[in-house]
Structure formats: C-alpha cells, structure tokens
C-alpha cells in the first residue's frame, strides 16, 4: 500500500501543479483597438504684425503754424491708427529760439493746436488730445544757426 499511497500522492501533486499554472480569467483580455488618429490640431493664428511705427515729429517753417503736405499724410495715418485703437495723446508746440518768451509759448501753441484741428476733422475724439506748448524752453537742438531753428520748429506726438 506504501506504494499505491505513493503513486496516488504524486498524482495529486501533479494535477495541482498543472492546475496551478492553468489561466482561467474570468476578466477580458484588453483588446488592441485600433488607432484613432486624433484630428490635427488647428494651427495658431499668425501673430498680428506690428503696425509700422508713424513719424512722431512734424516740423514747421518759420513763423508758421500751418501743417505742411507731407505731415498732413503722415496725420492721416495717425487718425486711423488712434481710431481703431484709442489713446490718449499729448501734442507738444515747440518754436526756436528767435522771438520773446511769450510768442514763442503762443506759437508752440498755434503749432499743437493746428495738429489736434487736424486730426480731430479726421475723426479723433477730441477729448483724447492734450495740447501743451514748451515754446523755446525745450530745443531738440541747441545752437542759433538754420538747421538747429529747422529742428526746433515742430509738434510733436507723444502717446500716454
């Protein structure tokens, strides 16, 4: 009997060996679906170009307060620009140094205001336009001959 006893435990053994090793998953196997090709993003819009920057400077002959034509286009732009992008501006009169104090800050003055007239007939709100006058008291050259006077006969156009 030792062994049958033997032959009978070594039976055992090896059926619960091979069902030990058996796979009998109740859970489904994952299943390779296939690849969805998730839709492309979509390209970013280019970035805006930045605006070409406008003359800020516009000069005047002498004892003058009239714009000129080639500051009255440069003007024209300017409108559009603050038209479709409000700010406020500071419009700063300046004169040389020939002429008294007080008529050179009246100048400066003459010289702001006809480019605030101007822009405003071009449709700029008026209230956005500050108008300031330095006169002689702030040269953008200093010296007493032609071309000094020339730069310092202007308006010019300072975004706050």
């Known amino acids: 009997m030792n062994n049958l006893l033997k032959s009978f435990l070594i039976f055992i053994a090896a059926t619960g060996l091979l069902v030990g090793c058996s796979s009998t998953s109740t859970q489904d196997e994952p299943t390779e679906e296939p690849a969805v090709s998730e839709p492309a993003p979509e390209p970013e819009p280019a970035p805006e170009p930045e605006p070409e920057p406008l003359d800020t400077v516009f000069y005047f002959d002498f004892d003058e307060s009239t714009l000129k034509s080639d500051a009255r286009s440069e003007l024209m732009a300017h409108a559009e620009r603050l038209k479709e992008e409000p700010q406020d501006i500071r419009l700063e009169g300046h004169a040389d ?3 008294s104090r007080e008529y050179n800050m009246g100048l400066g003055e003459r010289r702001a205001k006809a480019v605030r007239d101007f822009l405003v007939l071009q ?3 008026s ?3 500050e108008v300031v006058s330095y006169g002689e008291e702030r040269p953008a050259v200093r010296g007493s001959n032609e071309n000094a006077w020339e730069q310092n006969r ?3 156009v300072v975004i706050k």
Do not use: A, T
Request: hydrophobic residues 25%; glycine residues 16%.
């Open 154 to 156: 202007r308006v010019e």
């Open 123 to 125: 449709g700029v709100s």
């Open 127 to 129: 209230s956005r336009i």
């Open 97 to 99: 140094e020939r002429g």
